[in-house]
């Protein structure tokens, strides 16, 4: 099979696929290591039986419904390459919006006279480590924390099966000595994560359950622990329909892991995201508002706690 004879193969296998012919290149690209440019240019280069044979299954694969970044185990996020696997979330391009905000506001702490020793930042609901992770690369790589003063960064997750793709992605993006103040914790929700933090970060799941139910027939495999936001704290269904139930639990906990002036920043679906900022203020979170994403979308939701109330 030639490259341009596979391309047609997978266009036409892929008919359910919103984008067959990108599905195909990135799956080509995956098992034949060459880039899109020379793809076009190679066309006529026959596969080996190897990649034929890993072609034919992940197209396969893919016409099953499976992402193909669970086929490829990689996913880039905020121009950060991620393994994933079913067990995380597939990073998603809605949740950059939640690295941007986070590392305006820790450059806006590093640079405050109030600020002074070494900065916490939390990811809570942290899956593949995307949001936490890229906060401290792209700050890193810009130069906004400088390297001998990195902040702690804690992963937290429900999941140990989650935390072990967060331990992968953290050893691929730092070296030893930038990941050194990275700490991953298995917890549910605060339970087990010790201090303060000046900037809390999550995305929680916050679907409400009968979506979930809806979005898990397309045989996207995600998992329905990162999905789901209608359950309680003994992770039962709250039946409330509405995705918050998560939340609900995570924003007073996470107000009282606060430094003052401390920041969170929690993304939400665009139907629930006004609830959250409401939940924000009943919280005692004041400068609240709502970022929109790429999309134009309300998602993520920021607050701050006031310095008066550690006093
Ligand atoms: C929507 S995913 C977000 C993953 C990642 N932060 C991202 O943005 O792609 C939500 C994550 O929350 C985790 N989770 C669900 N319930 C939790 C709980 N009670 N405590 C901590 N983590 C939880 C899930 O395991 C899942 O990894």
Redesign the pocket.
Known sequence: MTVLQAKIYGKNKLTASPSPQLDTEVILQHVTGLDKTRLLFERDTELSPEQEKSFLESINLRSTGLPVAYIISEKEFYGYNYYVTPD??I??PD?EILVEKAVEILDEKINSKLHSGILSIC??????G??GLSILKYSLEHKIIPEHNIPLLIL????SA?LNIARKNAARLFTPEEAANIRFIQ???FDSVPGNFDIIVS???YIPAEEVRNLLTDGRNE?V???DGD?DLNGNPTLQNDGLG?MRNLVPQAVSRLTAGGALLC?SGEYNAQETEELFRQNGLTRTKIHRDLEGQLRVTEGFKNFSESF
């Open positions: 995380v979330l990073p998603k949740t990811d809570m609901c942290t899956g593949s995307c949001v937290a997750d429900i999941s989650a917890t549910n929700l995305n929680p799941p998992p622990l990162a999905l359950i998560i993304e």
